[in-house]
Each structure stands twice: as C-alpha cells, then as structure tokens.
C-alpha cells in the first residue's frame, strides 16, 4: 500500500521552481558541453593544420604542438575573425574560435603578458563565475579562459575559448608569455623583410624618449614598432621601460608579428608568426635585405639588442602608442 499525502501549495510551488531551475541548469551544461567544450580536430602537418582553421565553426579548434615541439610561446587572439592563434618558434602549432568582449565591454587590443594563471579561477566580479583554465592579461579582469562560444562577441572583456583548448594552452604557456590582441587583421602583410633592428647614426631624437630599465628588471620583453608615431616602445614584463624615435618605412599598413628564435651563424634570428590572411609567412626567417629599412639610434639599439633572449616579440603596427607607451587605439598595458 502506497500512502499518498497532500502537499501544501507552497511546497508544489517550490518544488516546480525546484525542477524549473534543474532544467535550466541541465541546458547550460549542454550549452557548455555542446560549444565550449565542443570536440577538437588533431593534425600532423602545418598543411593540414591551416586547411582545418579555415573551416572551424563556433567552438571547434586545431592543436598540432608536434609541427613545433619547443622554442618561445606567443598567443596573437585577432577580433575581428574571433579567432586565437598559438606560434611556437614563429610556427603555429593551434588555432581556436573564441568569443570577445560585447558592446559596451570590448576587449582591449594591445600587448600583453601573463600575469596570473589559475586553472580553477572563479570570477570576483561576477557572483564567483567559473573560469577555468585562467590567464589573467590585466590586473582589472581581462583575462583569457573557456567560456561560451555563441559565434559572435559576448563577455564582459575576457577572451573566451573552448575548454579542451583552453585546457591545452594552460599547458605551453608560462607566466611572461606575449598575447597580442588586434581589432583588424584585414589588411595585407608584406613579405620579405630585413633585419629588424639596424642601428643608425641619424641622430634620431624625441623629448618623449626614456630609458628605464630598472623599472622591471626581469622578464620577457617586447618591442612595439608604431609607424603612425614613428617610435619603439620597449617593455619587459609588460612594463614600458624605453621608447625612442625611429624611421619606420610608412610603404604598407601591414601587422607584423615576430619572435625571436635564438642566433644563427652569430645574428640574431627572428622568426615571422604568420597573422591572419598570411599563414604562408609562419616561420619564415626575416633576411638581410631591408636591413636598413627601420632606422633607430645607435645608442638605443646597443641597450635594446643587450635585452634580447630567444623567445622576445617584436609587433610592427601602424597604430599610434600613446603617451609613453599606452593609451589607445593601441594599448600597451602594464602588468603593474
């Protein structure tokens, strides 16, 4: 015999508010499941590889880290594609669909570096929100993590990626790593190149230049070559430590994006990472033949050059830097 008991109409009310709220619980988790975490494609080659990203749909990625199984590390995310690309040693070796910051909560494009990770971050903004696999880009909350992959722009300024991505950057990356996030890689990258910092004995002389280094005095460093100011900004551990004026050939409005790979023959090598539109480029050396193109005071050359290490970025871009080295449209952040 089975007893049956009435239920106050408060309790049926909160039970069906009980179930209501599983069920939609039960389709976020799906939603996660079915586009952040959605299944991954493996490849062996760099031909497999770019034919693959060309075709990724909303939540989908590539990894390959054995076409470059060591070297420096560097994540360039472009917006206007929503899409994240990993360079080893100027290779890339990953490509995934993300989601940036919507209207009103845009993600801040720029140069920057890992401050912070935390594979089980929860958010102190948003009522403790999971983010898993976190790497913090700014003290203020950008951030790069798995999150919703709606096909367009929606969070609140992070860069969302897919889980198992997301999972599997966490693994290559170090804190010090470079991120360079950019609003437009529509316009064409110029092939060839020359050796990228040539000294020069111009005279070439700014009241806005400085050199700083003992504001941070370890760390990965990057150079920001802008042809709109005519100027390189030098920062380590995302901290602006130098700037100078320079002759920057103003001949295309190309993004170029580069990484320093180590010395051959006793030169400096520096690798291309093949941005958008430009694969082809990836891991190509830069040669001699413009060496002379970019035009940078001999003194200020001699102290950058004494920085380098295998793994340094270098980001030639025609947009302004800003006063001493931030500000927008680009934005060089601090990582203080």
């Given at each position: 015999m089975i007893?049956?008991?009435?239920k106050p109409a408060s309790r049926i009310a909160a039970g069906r508010w009980s179930l209501?709220?599983?069920?939609?619980?039960?389709?976020a988790a799906l939603l996660w499941t079915g586009t952040a975490a959605a299944q991954g494609r493996t490849v062996s080659s760099a031909v497999e590889l770019a034919r693959q990203s060309?075709?990724?749909?909303?939540?989908?990625?590539?990894w390959a880290p054995q076409i470059a199984p060591?070297?420096?590390?560097?994540?360039?995310?472009?917006?206007?594609?929503?899409?994240?690309?990993?360079?080893?040693?100027?290779?890339?070796?990953?490509?995934?669909?993300?989601?940036?910051?919507?209207?009103?909560?845009?993600?801040?494009?720029?140069v920057f570096t890992i401050l912070q990770k935390d594979a089980r971050?929860?958010?102190?903004?948003?009522?403790?929100?999971?983010?898993?696999?976190?790497?913090?880009?700014?003290?203020?909350?950008?951030a790069l993590h798995a999150?919703?992959?709606?096909?367009?722009?929606?969070?609140h300024g992070c860069v969302h990626l897919p889980m198992a991505f997301a999972r599997q950057l966490f693994t290559v990356t170090q804190l010090g790593t470079t991120v360079i996030v950019a609003g437009n890689s529509a316009h064409p990258v110029a092939t060839g190149g020359g050796e990228v910092l040539a000294p020069s004995t111009s005279g070439l002389k700014s009241d806005r230049d400085f050199w700083t280094p003992e504001k941070s005095p370890a760390g990965p460093l990057t150079i920001v070559l802008s042809r709109a100011d005519q100027a390189v900004v030098v920062l380590r551990n995302g901290v602006p430590i130098g700037r100078s004026a320079v002759?920057?050939?103003?001949?295309?409005?190309?993004?170029?994006?580069?990484?320093?790979?180590?010395?051959?023959?006793?030169?400096?090598q520096w690798i291309y990472a093949g941005v958008a539109g430009h694969e082809d480029e990836g891991g190509q050396p830069v040669d001699e033949v413009t060496r002379n193109?970019?035009?940078?005071?001999?003194?200020?050359?001699?102290?950058?050059?004494?920085?380098?290490?295998p793994g340094a970025t270098l980001l030639v871009t025609s947009a302004p830097l800003g006063d001493a080295g931030t500000g927008t449209p680009l934005t060089v952040l601090s990582g203080q």
């Open positions: 007893a049956i008991t009435a209501a709220l599983a069920a939609a619980c039960c389709a060309d075709s990724l749909k909303p939540g989908e990625w590539v060591r070297g420096p590390v560097l994540v360039y995310v472009d917006l206007s594609t929503q899409r994240a690309t990993v360079y080893r040693n100027g290779v890339r070796i990953g490509v995934a669909t993300v989601s940036s910051g919507k209207p009103g909560y845009q993600t801040p494009t720029g971050h929860r958010s102190s903004k948003y009522n403790s929100a999971p983010m898993p696999y976190q790497q913090r880009l700014t003290w203020d909350g950008v999150g919703g992959l709606p096909g367009y722009p929606e969070s002759t920057v050939p103003r001949d295309n409005d190309a993004t170029h994006v580069l990484t320093l790979a180590g010395e051959n023959q006793g030169t400096q193109k970019v035009r940078i005071p001999e003194e200020f050359y001699r102290q950058v050059t004494a920085m380098l290490q």
